[in-house]
Antibody, heavy 119, light 108 residues
Framework: QAQLVESGGGSVKPGGSLRLSCEAS????????ISWVRQAPGKGLEWVSY????????FYADSVKGRFSVSRDNVKNSLYLEMTNLRADDSGVYYC????????????WGRGTTVTVSS | EIVLTQSPGTQSLSPGERATLSCRAS???????LAWYQQRPGRAPRLLIY???TRATDVPVRFSGSGSATDFTLTITKLEPEDFAVYYC?????????FGQGTRLEIK
């Protein structure tokens, strides 16, 4: 059964950094694109970043460009989101989700990890 | 960036009724790469529809998607109690990918 599990969330002060991880199991990780999606408390979904199967192509939302960096290790079946210069509006639940090679939306999601940025 | 606008913001219906949710894009979505997701409280989103009209695995037939270019619709026939949730559209044709702001389906 395909599964994604996020970790690394926590509380950090504005300007601080965090590294989120997403571990995959039950499927061939290297066959899928992966996105990070976040959700501020009580708000809607916001797409954050995308990484291609090999990691050679990445995209970011304007709100995080230059501050966040996504990477993956296909040997460890893991995805990472390095977040720097964090702001209060970066707070929320961060989900990783996979996308099949044939573009078909985000078909498997993790349960999310919570990031709180507060002084 | 493609902006997706969903309407209505909230829809109040009774079980057994039909729901029609709209998603309008600020520009044409490449290859109709438009998906719909359902999110129940405290849960991760669930993929319902991709490619504007293809049901994802194990999604009941009462869920259907339609539309093209900039105007898309999610229809739920004969609402079940578990269908009352928040629904989001997402375009994944052009980066940065984007979500609509969501439509809350509530019990009347």
């Amino acid at each position: 059964q395909a599964q994604l599990v996020e970790s690394g969330g926590g509380s950090v002060k504005p300007g601080g950094s965090l590294r989120l991880s997403c571990e995959a199991s039950g499927f061939t990780f290297s066959d899928f694109f992966i996105s990070w999606v976040r959700q501020a408390p009580g708000k809607g979904l916001e797409w954050v970043s995308y990484i291609s199967k090999t990691g050679s192509v990445t995209f970011y939302a304007d709100s995080v460009k230059g501050r966040f960096s996504v990477s993956r290790d296909n040997v460890k079946n893991s995805l990472y989101l390095e977040m720097t210069n964090l702001r209060a509006d970066d707070s929320g639940v961060y989900y990783c989700a996979r996308e099949p090679t044939f573009p078909a939306g985000l078909d498997v999601w993790g349960r999310g990890t919570t990031v709180t940025v507060s002084s | 960036e493609i902006v997706l606008t969903q309407s209505p913001g909230t829809q109040s219906l009774s079980p057994g009724e039909r729901a029609t949710l709209s998603c309008r894009a600020s520009q044409t979505i490449l290859n109709n790469y438009l998906a719909w997701y359902q999110q129940r409280p405290g849960r991760a989103p669930r993929l319902l529809i991709y490619g504007a009209s293809t049901r994802a695995t194990d999604v009941p037939v009462r869920f259907s998607g339609s539309g093209s270019a900039t105007d898309f619709t999610l229809t739920i026939t004969k609402l079940e109690p578990e269908d009352f949730a928040v629904y989001y559209c997402q375009q994944y044709g052009t980066a940065p990918y984007s979500f609509g702001q969501g439509t809350r389906l509530e019990i009347k």
